[in-house]
């Protein structure tokens, strides 16, 4: 190995592929219902890691509200996304409802946990930092009369 090479860690290696795949996903509750607690939060990224090694894949930053979840995911290119997220939600619905029955009978109706839909962001060319801090500030609060930041776009990762 050159000596003047620096390794970069977050670029995996395969018998016949290198690669550097991360992606922004976001989870909403069904009808956006208020239904995690901080408490349940903490285990959902624990669950969350746990199908993530089935997978190969790393859960790089994990952050989300009462309604909703905000993943940044590094994944091989052998992972079909789709299939990816149908585990991770399957999974993480069964585990939950196993040990928050009653919290979430209070706030979900029938048997449905998550959204059908979800969002994917490619983080393609980002630099990694700014989706955290994306991600990060998600959490902070809004004051009366103050807008979220927009969603991260190309345009605005390159200012």
């Known amino acids: 190995m050159s000596p003047r090479w620096k390794p970069n860690l977050d670029v995996r290696t395969g018998r016949h592929v290198v690669h550097h795949l991360h992606v922004h996903l976001v989870f909403v509750t069904k009808y956006r219902r208020k239904a ?37 995911v590094h994944y091989p290119p052998k992972v079909q996304l789709s299939k990816l997220v149908n585990s991770l939600k399957g999974v993480s619905s069964r585990r939950l409802r196993q040990e928050y029955d009653a919290h979430i009978r209070r706030h979900l109706r029938g048997g449905h946990f998550w959204s059908g839909s979800y969002f994917a962001g490619s983080c393609g060319g980002a630099p990694l930092t700014v989706v955290r801090q994306y991600i990060e500030n998600q959490k902070r609060p809004v004051g009366r009369g103050e807008q979220r930041r927009p969603v991260l776009t190309c345009e605005s990762e390159q200012s």
């Not at 669950?47 to 905000?70: C, P, S, W």
């Open 36 to 72: 995690f607690t901080d408490k349940m939060l903490k285990r959902r990224e624990e669950i969350m890691r746990e199908v993530y090694t089935d997978f190969e894949a790393e859960l790089k930053q994990f952050n989300g509200e009462e309604n909703h979840v905000h993943l940044l």
